[in-house]
């Protein structure tokens, strides 16, 4: 671990910030010799600026993770810790106990506030009830499950012999707020809870899909389908780059987490249920700790924070073309936490920002982190109930957005005032193994895509012509006769009906811009698992979330949508053995506007 103290002349104490290193990575990601740092994602919000602003840093290597020193020439080269049992060339890694728990509630993060407590020890200076956390991705899971201790306990950081801290911000970057779903998503919408009054919880909607309802450990929806190329690309880093725990009792009270184990029973795919519709055991052991030991999004300690008054303030930033934690793992969280208590202050960022496929523009960044820095600074000294907002800064494929091009609502789904509806009306049978021939398939993949724009990150683009596939579905609008702005989900419908005896299905879904060339470049895409042993009924009607995005559809240009049970790599492909096939007709596309009108096309 390193401490960043503040710079002589801020003031005579001075508040803790925790930064958390993202997966694979370590202590050195958020450290700088500079404000500026990277210019992006670490511009204005590094160890240097804050300890410029009077602020300790502390940063430090996770459980499992080897230290293999800086990565940038801005980071400066602080050491790697050592110990007997810690793997070279240092680190975390020290089995048998410094494995990856990947972010359990009573482990890593428990680690987080031990550390934090160790540091105020030993600097007094440091102002005990002025705490805040942030980190991207692996760390912005963690800084929003700290947020949930701290509304569920009086103290954040309570152990025997050590100051007690109250943490007053979190600032989650590219998070998750519910790992099962975020890494296997099923595509049903949120489930039912209660508010105060016994009414349920507002949040059965496209913009809180969840694995489950809050405190429910995720019970409530199907097992969805993996991620294939990201769920394999981070365990092979973690592997690569720490060394995952192979089931260790201690000290997290849910049992034995065994992630390559469960790795391999996810890869062995379908049915994931018994028939008599509960989850396998493996896939039971797995649904619950990914939801009540390592997800914001079912701790208690919200429901318990707002009845004590105690609300953490959060500002939690999200990509729309992020295609491993898309923007709905923040948009649940506002939701849900505005339910409990409208003037809960938190707040939610998205932009063409995150994991692949975002092209992280710096403008975009630096403008986020220049907000993040104000909430920041309005909060720290205790965070109070305000009026927050969501805002959105559009994605373009080339030229990037600028601070005055966002815009504000008072939830996610107001960023939109109206509709656009693509009645293609059109009919198909989708096999099991339906898509699996599209070059589009891997050609937009997150991971291994490489189709890009001419700009030098750029945005997907389509490898065929716009006819569809042999096994699969692929249609397209008619030119638009004016300039549409989709800003939300939005999502693909059809009226399906599955062939009888299959116990699951998978539809997937690509929406593409096409310009009168022919030139068609990926704007969203999104899955839905259909689980016959007690979820999802043989026929009815079918809507398919988006992942989302904030794009401009100029006019003359129309709109393409691909639908198939095969997306591979970027989903696991369903087991064609219990697979049954699709019959889809009534097929549209509903995509919520900026434009103040409902506009149908077809």
């Not at 087991?575 to 434009?595: I, Y």
């Amino acid at each position: 671990m390193d401490v960043t103290r503040p710079m002589p002349g801020t003031g005579d104490t001075h508040p803790l910030m925790v930064l958390l290193h993202g997966f694979g990575n370590d202590k050195h990601e958020w450290e700088s010799t500079s404000d500026a740092a990277d210019g992006a994602d670490k511009y204005h919000w590094n160890s240097h600026w804050f300890a410029r602003h009077g602020y300790y840093v502390l940063t430090y290597t996770a459980r499992g993770f080897r230290d293999t020193g800086p990565k940038a020439s801005y980071q400066p080269s602080t050491p790697a810790g050592t110990a007997p049992t810690c793997l070279p060339p240092g680190g975390s890694a020290c089995p048998p106990t410094g494995t990856i728990r990947v972010k359990n509630k009573e482990v890593e993060i428990r680690d987080t506030q031990w550390l934090a407590a160790l540091t105020a020890l030993a600097y007094p200076d440091i102002n005990r009830e002025q705490v805040a956390v942030s980190g991207g991705s692996y760390g912005g899971g963690e800084s929003w499950l700290q947020a949930a201790v701290q509304a569920g306990s009086e103290h954040w950081s309570d152990f025997p012999g050590l100051p007690r801290l109250r943490l007053q911000v979190a600032v989650p970057k590219y998070p998750w707020t519910d790992l099962a779903y975020a890494l296997m998503p099923n595509g049903h919408p949120g489930g039912p809870s209660r508010t105060p009054a016994g009414e349920p919880y507002r949040g059965s909607d496209l913009y809180s899909s969840a694995q489950g309802a809050p405190e429910t450990l995720g019970l409530g929806n199907p097992i969805g389908v993996a991620k294939t190329s990201y769920v394999g690309g981070l365990y092979g880093l973690g592997t690569a780059n720490g060394v995952f725990d192979k089931g260790s009792l201690s000290p997290q009270s849910n049992g034995p987490e065994p992630f390559t184990a469960w790795l391999a029973r996810v890869e062995a795919g379908e049915p994931y249920s018994t028939p008599s519709g509960g989850d396998d055991p493996v896939m039971a052991q797995l649904r619950t700790a990914f939801t009540g030991w390592h997800s914001a999004y079912y701790q208690p300690g919200w429901r318990i924070g707002r009845d004590a008054g105690r609300t953490p303030a959060i500002f939690s930033i999200s990509g729309w073309t992020d295609d491993l934690f898309p923007p709905v793992e923040s948009f649940r969280m506002f939701s849900y936490l505005k339910s409990l208590d409208r003037a809960w202050p938190v707040a939610v960022v998205v932009a063409d920002v995150g994991h692949s496929r975002a092209q992280n523009p710096p403008s975009v960044w630096q403008a986020i982190n220049d907000r993040a820095w104000r909430f920041l600074q309005e909060n720290i000294t205790a965070s109070r109930p305000v009026r927050t907002s969501v805002y959105s800064y559009p994605n373009r494929c080339e030229g990037s957005a600028t601070a005055t091009d966002a815009i504000s609502a008072p939830s996610p789904a107001a960023l939109a005032n109206g509709s656009l509806v693509v009645d293609y009306n059109g009919s198909v049978h989708l096999a099991p193994t339906s898509g699996a021939t599209d070059p589009d398939a891997a050609a937009t993949d997150a991971i291994a895509g490489s189709n890009l724009t001419s700009a030098a990150t750029g945005c997907r683009t389509s490898t065929r012509a716009i006819t569809s596939p042999g096994d699969g579905y692929t249609d397209v609008s008619q030119a638009l006769p004016r300039e549409h702005t989709l800003i939300g989900i939005g999502y693909a419908q059809a009226r399906y009906s599955a062939t009888p005896g299959a116990s699951t299905a998978v539809l997937t879904a690509r929406v593409w811009d096409v310009a009168p060339d022919g030139a068609a470049v990926l704007v969203s895409r999104g899955v839905y698992r259909f689980d016959f042993t007690g979820y999802d009924p043989a026929s009815g009607i079918v809507q398919v979330p988006l992942y989302g995005n904030h794009w401009t559809f100029p006019a003359g240009h129309r709109i393409r949508l691909d639908l198939a049970q095969v997306d591979q790599p970027t989903y696991r492909p369903p087991n064609p053995a219990v697979t049954a096939t699709l019959s889809l007709s009534a097929t549209r596309l509903v995509l919520p506007t900026r434009e103040d009108t409902k506009t149908t096309v077809q």
